[in-house]
């Protein structure tokens, strides 16, 4: 029997809709995109104009934009075409069909998000290594790689199989099947807690070789505006674990089209630690 309370909540939304925040993400996610596209040309061509050997952090971070920008796709085409964004309630009243599409979508993106994530932070991995290679750098990165890789796994399996059968996540009227709710908690935990430290980690370690090494002036600026940088991220971060605590919190009542678009706004951190990979345009 369905809970009187949640009906209430559903009957008081559609009365009052949200608002539509469908267009504010795009802005944001176009202009992250943009920004990263910049940067990643900018970096290619001073490498180039220097006629620097291509490396294995060129072929990650080329590997990187892609994945971005294939991720990028998959949010426009949650806004565009499967109402995020949009109160539920009016997504489903003008398309019933809309909540089967978001759901196959965000499944996708679940699935799909990490890899860009990891391959960004090791293509950090391996610019650090370049830059620093000495012993403490290359443990470091050696430790980071291997957390890095097991972050995936965590993620990216329990993600897949988080329904049995898997198109029982999008198809939620099954007479059969189940969905575990104790993955989607893990997923979430380790989505965030772990990222958070291995964010904090991977920018600490080349502050250690400065304070070590007898750098120039502009590398020391270069490093210094990184780390400023990164705090970004870690702040963007934090702010996905509070929404995350929030939602759980809220239960049965989140409206989930409208409950993603938040939680996609600040988990824009492939993006923005893409943007910080201008220390080699120095």
């Known amino acids: 029997m ?10 008081s939304r559609a009365a009052s809709p ?13 202009m992250l995109m943009v920004v990263s596209t910049i940067v990643y040309i900018a970096r290619t061509w001073v490498r180039a104009q220097r006629r620097v050997k291509l490396g294995l952090d060129d072929a990650l971070l080329l590997l990187s934009y892609i994945l971005i920008a294939a991720d990028y796709a998959l949010v426009m085409a949650e806004i565009t075409h499967a109402g995020l964004g949009k109160p539920i309630i009016l997504n489903m009243i003008n398309d019933p069909t809309s909540l089967t599409r978001f759901m196959k979508l965000l499944y996708t993106q679940q699935i799909f998000f990490p890899f860009p994530i990891t391959t960004i932070k090791f293509s950090f991995l391996v610019m650090f290594w370049r830059l620093f290679p000495t012993k403490f750098m290359k443990w470091g990165t050696i430790v980071l790689s291997i957390f890095f890789t097991m972050w995936l796994i965590a993620v990216v399996v329990p993600t897949i199989f988080q329904c049995y059968p898997v198109h029982k996540m999008w198809d939620r009227m099954m007479p059969t099947g189940f969905c575990n709710p104790g993955i989607a908690l893990w997923i979430q935990w380790i989505d965030s807690v772990p990222q958070l430290l ?4 991977l920018f600490l370690l080349p502050i250690v070789e ?10 020391k600026a270069g490093i210094s505006a990184i780390f400023a940088l990164s705090s970004l991220s870690i702040i963007g971060r934090i702010m996905v674990l509070v ?4 939602t759980t919190n809220r239960g049965q009542e989140v409206d989930i089209t409208c409950k993603f ?13 893409l943007t910080l990979h201008w220390l080699d345009l120095l």
């Open 2 to 11: 369905s809970n009187p309370n949640n009906n209430q909540g559903l009957l």
């Open 18 to 30: 949200s608002p539509d925040r469908g267009p504010m993400m795009l802005g944001v996610t176009s």
């Open 198 to 201: 291995s964010d904090i980690f």
């Open 210 to 219: 400065v304070k070590r090494l007898h750098a120039s002036k502009g590398t």
């Open 243 to 246: 929404e995350g605590v929030k």
């Open 261 to 273: 678009t938040r939680l996609s706004i600040l988990g824009t951190g492939p993006r923005t630690m």
